[in-house]
């Protein structure tokens, strides 16, 4: 069975982007001696990341730093070439090299990036930005009065009101939350079926993170938007999407509707995220990561301390196996595939805990999971 992670919980919804078994090696640049030896190495970055975006739905692709999502969200915007896969946009196959065919495709799937500043143009005014977003995708209308209110909709759509007040300002003008809605609103000026969100509040002040995602929550509802929502805290999925996806060293590891991962995780990864957490109701002293991961190690997690392992060489079989307080033998050698943990609709984990032939479950005399195809 391949071992390709299907991001979607059940759903009869449109899909709209949808990637298959998408793969990407990045080649490390080679000393002197390797190209002598002819060695090459490379970082294996996203390993068979199988996932759907579905109109009218927030996917959540959570992991931590150097997990690989944000590799997934520039394969998917068609800005690394992929090494293998497929990504098909309304069900059709589709691999663009820049030029006409990476317009086209980009007006229908937009990348929002975590940095607001850095992705505006400091020397150029919110109307410039928006206004060059919508003549490029052919929303500008005809003459100068329909562009004008062409931004000033756009503006409004993203909660920047009255609009004359934002139009002239340059992004040094604008707080960290208001530059991040001009670079929705530039997004949303080519009128896209799909949104890639990287991180879109991660480089924002705590109190103006939830007004930002329930703006992103708003344009999903009433334009039918198909969202993908990367993000390093679980906390901010299970609020903000309908499905969450975990990554881990490159591979999809978890998968679910974000009600039912979240509070019953099943992949021993995902716990350990959860577990790192902050959470409200445990309170101030119980919240820190240094005493959590203590109370992990006290439990005979020792590994919970490790760092994620190297991607130019990462080990076989589960990825997570060196960290995992419930490793086997069949892990380090096997890559598990993804098994239905038949809580919820579209729960799995790639984890051989819930493997049907697995002895440690059957001895705890829980239900075996089915592979899923
Ligand atoms: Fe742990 Fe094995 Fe499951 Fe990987 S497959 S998470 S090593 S139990």
């Known amino acids: 069975m391949s071992e390709s992670t299907i991001a979607s919980a059940s759903g ?8 298959e078994a998408l793969t990407k090696h990045f080649p490390v640049r080679r000393a002197a001696r390797e190209v002598v030896k002819g060695t090459a190495r490379t970082v294996h970055a996203v390993e068979q990341v199988t996932l759907r975006l579905r109109r009218g739905r927030v996917t ?15 394969l998917l915007a068609q800005l690394y070439p992929r090494t293998s896969g497929e990504i098909r946009l309304h069900g059709e196959p589709v691999t663009v090299r820049g030029g006409r065919k990476f317009r086209a495709y980009s007006k229908k799937v937009q990348l929002i990036f975590q940095d607001p500043f850095a992705s505006l143009n400091p020397v150029h005014t919110v109307r410039y930005h928006l206004g060059r977003a919508l003549k490029i995708h052919g929303n500008g209308g005809r003459n100068r009065a329909e562009l004008e209110t062409a ?22 003008e604008l707080s960290g939350g208001q530059r991040q809605r001009v670079a929705i609103a530039r997004a ?23 007004g930002v995602l329930n703006l992103l929550r708003d344009l999903k509802e009433r334009l039918q938007l198909a969202i993908l929502y990367i993000t390093h805290d679980i906390a901010s999925a299970r609020y903000f999407a309908d499905e969450t996806l975990v990554m881990y060293a490159g591979r999809i590891v978890e ?8 509070q019953h995780p099943a992949h021993p990864y995902t716990r350990l995220l959860i577990d790192s957490a902050p959470d409200p109701d445990r309170g101030a002293h119980e919240n820190d990561l240094p005493e959590k991961v203590d109370s992990l190690a ?20 589960c990825r997570f196996h060196p960290r995992c307080p419930q490793a086997m033998a069949r892990c380090r050698t096997e890559v598990p595939p993804r098994f239905d943990i038949g809580d919820g609709a579209g729960h799995w984990a790639a984890c051989w805990l819930y493997a049907v032939d697995d002895p440690a479950r059957e001895s705890a005399g829980e239900p075996a999971g089915e592979p899923v195809s």
């Open 12 to 19: 009869t919804t449109a899909v709209v982007l949808e990637a």
């Open 60 to 74: 959540a692709l959570v992991g931590e730093s150097g997990s690989g999502k944000s590799t997934v969200a520039r």
């Open 151 to 172: 931004l000033r909709e756009l503006l409004t759509r993203v909660s920047l009101t009255p609009p004359e007040r934002y139009l002239d300002k340059f992004p040094h």
């Open 188 to 210: 949303l000026g080519a009128d896209p079926d799909a949104l890639l969100a990287d991180e879109p509040v991660s480089m924002l002040d705590v109190s103006i993170r939830l």
């Open 255 to 262: 998968g679910g509707d974000s009600e039912t991962l979240t």
């Open 298 to 317: 006290a439990l005979g997690k020792d590994n919970a301390r490790a760092e994620p392992p190297s991607l130019i060489d990462p080990p076989a079989g």
